[in-house]
């Protein structure tokens, strides 16, 4: 039911207007009046009408500068100015504002009545439109996620060009533009379920840091099971300093409140150029590294980690070493979960935290690649796969003499197993996919069809199945269910005579309106466009 607001500073016209038509009968709500523009602005930035309706000429504040404010403030309502004087200076001005109706008083309720039904289809016809575009941002989101994590692998690994980042950002709707920046790699999980991303109360700390955002100021980047990636931009050093602790602060006080959370970060080193990114995202990376050594919750700042902050000063001693530094379940978890991409930094962060004077010891180095290598082989062979895959190491050749060489040969065989780990998840992945696929073959005239719901089918969360999906595919899930139901839709426009608004039911989308904008945005052009043979760019 849309809402009618009233400003008349004559009473008697006032209460005529609201008494004399019965507005809950013709589908309206009077939802309140004033007598001048000054008394009303606050009641309807407070009640929000769909429709005002006001004289021009009042005491205090006119119609006309009311009508500019409430355009300004919410542009959505639509007015209708009420006038004593047929003054061609006034509709001109109205037209500006963006009056939708300009009548001439004394009028008739039926006559105004007449004027506001017209103007309620317009406003409904305005409303769908909107709606049928916040459908569409809501179903592209996904590609829009894709986008942005594309934007930021080009950014990390300095494969593109800053013309052409700053073009790819625009597309995707970002602001890069500034003089400093900085990198920071977050994670938060729940200690119950180490390896799930996907519960309330993950989504709902997602929801809140959301709230305190300014994407002027920071972006963020989904990078799928390894948490996300903070862009801090700022106009100094010194302001990227503040900036970045006043954030992670108030993410740390949040995260007080859930003690069944862990999070851990990695902070990078300050750049002032958008090229000079892969080095921040290299020390936030050798940071966020420590997230599979430590076990607390923890944000560390890559500032502190400079060489010797972390060294043990005394000579080699056997009775020095902490046997939990060298735990196998640090390695193990990292071949559960890590990135091939993150090897280099977490071992270098492994060795790091064992200290220099202790891994100059040649036995104790030998020790290492061998406690590593049967760790290693141990899980490729918990894969089903033949230890046969990972090079052992050749101690007695004099090869893994140096500190660099054992950390080049772990690094290898470590990057290794993950392939190995990679390579049998993606044939399991495969089935998995082959599964969806199958079912939206079978249910793409379900409109109820969506991530959420084939993520909960094939036991997986939504975000880990978008992941997976697009790795395996190539494209989106969102891209891949609405290219499917574009092309049988096709197929049913060519090939039946059937109605569109039918076609479209049967395609999964009930609103017809719905389905001839996202056809038109896909296919570019009408329904009827194409079934009348036209190519995209109307042409026979």
Same mark, same amino acid.
């Given at each position: 039911?849309?809402?009618?607001?009233?400003?008349?500073?004559?009473?008697?016209?006032?209460?005529?207007?609201?008494?004399?038509?019965?507005?809950?009968?013709?589908?309206?709500?009077?939802?309140?009046?004033?007598?001048?523009?000054?008394?009303?602005?606050?009641?309807?930035?407070?009640?929000?009408?769909?429709?005002?309706?006001?004289?021009?000429?009042?005491?205090?504040?006119?119609?006309?500068?009311?009508?500019?404010?409430?355009?300004?403030?919410?542009?959505?309502?639509?007015?209708?100015?009420?006038?004593?004087?047929?003054?061609?200076?006034?509709?001109?001005?109205?037209?500006?504002?963006?009056?939708?109706?300009?009548?001439l008083k004394p009028i008739s309720?039926?006559?105004?009545?007449?004027?506001?039904?017209?103007?309620?289809?317009?406003?409904?016809?305005?409303?769908?439109?909107?709606?049928?575009?916040?459908?569409?941002?809501?179903?592209?989101?996904?590609?829009?996620?894709?986008?942005?994590?594309?934007?930021?692998?080009?950014?990390?690994?300095?494969?593109?060009?800053?013309?052409?980042?700053?073009?790819?950002?625009?597309?995707?709707?970002?602001?890069?533009?500034?003089?400093?920046?900085?990198?920071?790699?977050?994670?938060?999980?729940?200690?119950?379920?180490?390896?799930?991303?996907?519960?309330?109360?993950?989504?709902?700390?997602?929801?809140?840091?959301?709230?305190?955002?300014?994407?002027?100021?920071?972006?963020?980047?989904?990078?799928?099971?390894?948490?996300?990636?903070?862009?801090?931009?700022?106009?100094?050093?010194?302001?990227?300093?503040?900036?970045?602790?006043?954030?992670?602060?108030?993410?740390?006080?949040?995260?007080?409140?859930?003690?069944?959370?862990?999070?851990?970060?990695?902070?990078?080193?300050?750049?002032?150029?958008?090229?000079?990114?892969?080095?921040?995202?290299?020390?936030?990376?050798?940071?966020?590294?420590?997230?599979?050594?430590?076990?607390?919750?923890?944000?560390?700042?890559?500032?502190?980690?400079?060489?010797?902050?972390?060294?043990?000063?005394?000579?080699?001693?056997?009775?020095?070493?902490?046997?939990?530094?060298?735990?196998?379940?640090?390695?193990?978890?990292?071949?559960?979960?890590?990135?091939?991409?993150?090897?280099?930094?977490?071992?270098?962060?492994?060795?790091?935290?064992?200290? $220099?004077?202790?891994?100059? %010891?040649? !036995? &104790?180095? @030998?020790?290492?690649?061998?406690?590593?290598?049967?760790?290693?082989? #141990? /899980?490729?062979?918990?894969?089903?796969?033949?230890?046969?895959?990972?090079?052992?190491?050749?101690?007695?050749?004099?090869?893994?003499?140096?500190?660099?060489?054992?950390?080049?040969?772990?690094?290898?065989?470590?990057?290794?197993?993950?392939?190995?780990?990679?390579?049998?998840?993606?044939?399991?992945?495969?089935?998995?996919?082959?599964?969806?696929?199958?079912?939206?073959e079978e249910n793409y005239a379900?409109?109820?069809?969506?991530?959420?719901?084939?993520?909960?089918?094939?036991?997986? $969360?939504?975000?880990?199945? %978008?992941? !997976? &999906?697009? @790795?395996?595919?190539?494209?989106?899930?969102?891209?891949?269910?609405? #290219? /499917?139901?574009?092309?049988?839709?096709?197929?049913?426009?060519?090939?039946?005579?059937?109605?569109?608004?039918v076609i479209s039911m049967e395609?999964?989308?009930?609103?017809?309106?719905?389905?001839?904008?996202?056809?038109?945005?896909?296919?570019?052009?009408?329904?009827?466009?194409?079934?009348?043979?036209?190519?995209?760019?109307?042409?026979?």
């Amino acid at each position: 039911m849309l809402k009618i607001f009233l400003v008349e500073d004559e009473f008697v016209i006032r209460q005529g207007i609201k008494n004399n038509i019965d507005w809950k009968a013709h589908g309206y709500e009077f939802c309140g009046e004033a007598s001048d523009g000054e008394l009303a602005f606050p009641m309807i930035q407070k009640l929000k009408p769909d429709i005002v309706i006001t004289d021009i000429r009042m005491p205090f504040m006119d119609g006309l500068v009311l009508s500019r404010l409430i355009k300004k403030e919410m542009p959505w309502i639509e007015i209708i100015i009420l006038s004593g004087y047929e003054e061609f200076g006034y509709a001109k001005e109205g037209i500006k504002i963006g009056i939708a109706g300009y009548l001439l008083k004394p009028i008739s309720s039926e006559d105004l009545l007449k004027e506001i039904d017209a103007l309620a289809v317009k406003i409904e016809e305005k409303r769908k439109e909107r709606e049928i575009r916040e459908k569409y941002i809501r179903e592209i989101e996904e590609n829009f996620l894709k986008e942005r994590k594309d934007l930021f692998q080009y950014l990390v690994t300095g494969s593109k060009s800053v013309a052409e980042l700053l073009e790819i950002a625009d597309k995707a709707a970002m602001d890069l533009s500034s003089l400093w920046y900085n990198i920071v790699l977050i994670k938060i999980q729940s200690m119950y379920h180490a390896y799930d991303e996907y519960s309330n109360s993950i989504i709902e700390i997602e929801e809140k840091i959301k709230d305190f955002i300014d994407e002027a100021q920071v972006l963020v980047f989904d990078r799928n099971l390894e948490g996300k990636a903070l862009l801090f931009k700022a106009d100094s050093k010194e302001e990227l300093d503040i900036l970045q602790n006043n954030y992670l602060t108030r993410v740390k006080n949040l995260l007080k409140n859930y003690e069944h959370v862990r999070y851990f970060g990695g902070i990078g080193t300050p750049v002032d150029r958008l090229s000079e990114l892969p080095s921040s995202f290299e020390s936030a990376s050798h940071a966020f590294a420590h997230r599979y050594l430590v076990p607390q919750s923890l944000i560390l700042n890559s500032g502190e980690m400079e060489e010797g902050a972390y060294l043990d000063k005394e000579e080699f001693n056997i009775s020095n070493i902490n046997p939990r530094q060298i735990d196998r379940s640090k390695i193990r978890e990292f071949l559960k979960v890590g990135d091939k991409e993150e090897a280099i930094y977490f071992v270098d962060e492994f060795f790091k935290n064992l200290g $220099s004077n202790v891994v100059k %010891s040649s !036995i &104790f180095r @030998q020790y290492i690649v061998m406690d590593t290598y049967f760790c290693v082989v #141990d /899980f490729v062979e918990g894969l089903q796969i033949s230890k046969d895959e990972i090079d052992p190491p050749l101690i007695t050749s004099g090869a893994l003499q140096s500190q660099e060489s054992v950390m080049e040969y772990i690094v290898r065989i470590i990057e290794k197993a993950l392939e190995l780990r990679e390579k049998t998840a993606s044939n399991r992945y495969g089935d998995i996919v082959n599964e969806v696929m199958r079912y939206i073959e079978e249910n793409y005239a379900d409109e109820e069809l969506s991530l959420n719901l084939l993520a909960s089918h094939v036991n997986f $969360s939504p975000n880990h199945l %978008s992941m !997976i &999906f697009s @790795q395996q595919t190539g494209q989106t899930f969102i891209k891949y269910l609405t #290219d /499917f139901r574009m092309n049988k839709a096709k197929e049913l426009l060519r090939c039946t005579g059937k109605r569109s608004s039918v076609i479209s039911m049967e395609v999964g989308y009930k609103d017809p309106h719905y389905f001839s904008y996202l056809f038109k945005k896909t296919q570019g052009m009408t329904p009827t466009q194409y079934r009348g043979g036209k190519n995209p760019e109307g042409e026979e």
